[in-house]
């Protein structure tokens, strides 16, 4: 009869021991591998797609539609699931166009590609270094997005995210090009 007690207390803490173990790896994973990061916005590529209204030497206005490639990279283990939001279009913090980026979702470990048409009007925009900046021109511009949503992981946890872009860029009005992109 001790024996088989003595058995039982073996076979428990065998148990417990496998127990213990599974729990440090399981914790060991959530931690390190599904770590759950904000996914990255940036610009991939931006064209010029129609033409620029504008009156050399005393011009005061530009008006031009882009076309924008966005990529959103999702590191995590779980896709991303965001919101509609928008891209806004800006010189020296002043809104010049706004365009829509569709709700949408990003696989796991994948990079997404996004299209977004902007048209972008300076005559919101007014001032000596705007006029300047286009008798000169370069027209210098920044742009703004954020992408609210969720990170699904194993359809079990859902934790929110967020993925934020700012870039700054210059359109050459003699070449109709974009140049010097730069995100943070």
């Given at each position: 009869?001790?024996?088989?007690?003595?058995?039982?207390?073996?076979?428990?803490?065998?148990?417990?021991?496998f127990?213990?173990?599974q729990?440090?790896?399981?914790?060991?994973?959530?931690?390190?591998?599904?770590?759950?990061?904000?996914?990255?916005?940036?610009?991939?590529?931006?064209?010029?797609?129609?033409?620029?209204?504008?009156?050399?030497?005393?011009?005061?206005?530009?008006?031009?539609?882009?076309?924008?490639?966005?990529?959103?990279?999702?590191?995590?283990?779980g896709?991303?699931?965001?919101?509609e939001?928008?891209?806004?279009?800006?010189?020296?913090?002043?809104?010049?166009?706004?365009?829509?980026?569709p709700?949408?979702?990003?696989?796991?470990?994948?990079?997404?590609?996004?299209?977004?048409?902007?048209?972008?009007?300076?005559?919101?925009?007014?001032?000596?270094?705007?006029?300047?900046?286009?008798?000169?021109?370069?027209l210098k511009?920044?742009?703004?997005?954020?992408?609210?949503?969720?990170?699904?992981?194993?359809?079990?946890i859902?934790?929110?995210?967020?993925?934020?872009?700012?870039?700054?860029?210059?359109?050459?009005?003699?070449?109709?090009?974009?140049?010097?992109?730069?995100?943070?």
């Amino acid at each position: 009869m001790g024996e088989g007690r003595r058995s039982r207390k073996k076979c428990l803490a065998y148990v417990a021991a496998f127990v213990v173990f599974q729990t440090a790896i399981i914790l060991l994973f959530a931690l390190t591998v599904m770590k759950i990061r904000n996914p990255k916005v940036r610009f991939n590529a931006m064209d010029v797609v129609e033409t620029f209204t504008f009156n050399n030497g005393t011009a005061t206005s530009v008006s031009m539609r882009l076309l924008a490639q966005l990529t959103i990279k999702n590191t995590n283990f779980g896709h991303f699931k965001y919101d509609e939001s928008s891209l806004v279009i800006l010189h020296r913090g002043v809104p010049l166009g706004e365009a829509v980026i569709p709700r949408g979702r990003t696989r796991a470990k994948k990079t997404q590609k996004v299209e977004v048409s902007v048209n972008v009007n300076t005559t919101r925009a007014s001032g000596s270094e705007l006029r300047s900046e286009i008798n000169s021109g370069v027209l210098k511009l920044s742009s703004q997005a954020t992408l609210n949503g969720k990170v699904h992981l194993m359809k079990v946890i859902k934790k929110k995210k967020s993925g934020e872009m700012k870039c700054d860029w210059d359109v050459n009005l003699g070449t109709k090009q974009v140049e010097n992109l730069k995100c943070n």
